[in-house]
């Protein structure tokens, strides 16, 4: 869906309903979709580049997701891995929003604790539950901190 | 509805609140009966001794009663129920439940699914703070807690009691020294938030470079199981043993306190010195636990 134009210039072909999520850190496109749940077996229609030249940030990544709006919870949960991602959603190839993300407080159900004596990876019926702080990612359970490498503790 | 989870929920006036409670019950300055219509469940799902029968205890002097669940194998847990479901029945039946667990977060998820009060009574390797409270109101019985300087000597990586401790002189202007072995130092996160709180955190590599500078020794079970082998366990254990050669010189208030049971940390020749002091703050526990069982129910 990516491609150069014979000028140098960087072509990326519009999609006509959908998200559009841009200025993503460079490396980070494949995480942002584990943590927005999308995966192989979802049926989204993506596209997906990574390692764009951006002039604001050097490198960056963009993914699409066509005819799918995202919420605004879950456009925060991106903020934790690409603070500086744009949402654009699409309607008949117009941007009708275009929105930053914002950190949340609190994330549900989107981490896992990596403490395994927590009670959150066991059988009970609660969702994972973190702070988000500037050190970090603090368990509201067992208070365990995460400190970076949230990606790998994506569920 | 007030349940009594963690030390990080406390201020420090709350705090003081308690133990000023814990104190008018240790006084009998108290109308006897206070909880007579009453009924606790103490759900203990990791063996205890001290913690389970000074509820029973607390609860039986101020006129209430108790029914209680000893072992996962005697009860429904072994079917497979949650903890939650078993939380949200045992709720119907009391007015407070007491909860020891062996998973970190059990009593934050109780709380959620209780519709009465939940205690704390310890969650695995995490919080345990009735045990806290009774050890501010030991140190408060012989001095102000503002400014001492208190040790914490063990297992400082995964002692719930030393993490729960730390956190509460942080509210009180302690200087903190901590003396641990080797791969049993404070994990650098929670030394990192007793900093933040504004907490003078001191490391030694032994106790004599330290024990006399201090008020309160606190000392916490080297638990045998962290190391790969017997030798290599008894060879840290000896190093970190307190013996009355160890109290030469030490300040004349200093007391030694620990949360017992002891596996060979303190001599026993040092319970005849005037600094021994941990069976006195094991009965701390019922006035402590009286405090926290009014106030849930009252």
Known sequence: ?155 | MYHIISIRDFERSELDYLLDRAQEFDTGTYRPGMLDDKLVALLFFEPSTRTRMSFATAMARLGGKSISVDSVEASSIVKGETLADTIRVISSYVDAIVLRHPKEGAARLASEFATVPVINAGDGAGQHPSQTLLDLYTIRQSMPVDGIDVGLLGDLRYGRTAHSLALALSLYGVTLHTIAPGGLEMPANIALELRERGMEVVEHENVEEAIRELDVLYVTRIQRERFPDSASYYNVASSYRITTDLLDGVKERLMILHPLPRAGEIDPAVDRTPYARYFEQARNGVPIRMALLHEVMK
Request: with cysteine; hydrophobic share 35%; glycine share 8%.
């Open chain 1, 1 to 155: 869906m990516t491609r150069k134009d014979p000028s140098g210039g960087l072509l990326v072909s519009p999609i006509k309903n959908g998200t559009v999520i841009d200025h993503i850190t460079a490396g980070e496109a494949l995480n942002v979709l584990r943590i927005l749940g999308i995966t192989g077996s979802t049926r989204e229609c993506l596209s997906i580049a990574t390692n764009v030249e951006s002039k604001r940030m050097g490198k960056k990544d963009i993914v699409k997701i066509e005819n799918r709006e995202l919420r605004t919870e879950e456009v925060d949960r991106i903020a934790l891995l690409a603070p500086q991602a744009k949402i654009n959603i699409i309607r008949d190839y117009k941007v009708v929003e275009k929105k930053g993300v914002e950190i949340p407080e609190v994330i549900r159900g989107v981490v896992r604790c990596p403490n395994p004596g927590c009670i959150t990876n066991t059988n009970e019926p609660v969702a994972s539950t973190f702070e988000v702080l500037d050190k970090g990612l603090h368990c509201l359970y067992c208070d365990w901190l995460i400190k970076d490498d949230i990606a790998n503790h994506i569920i």
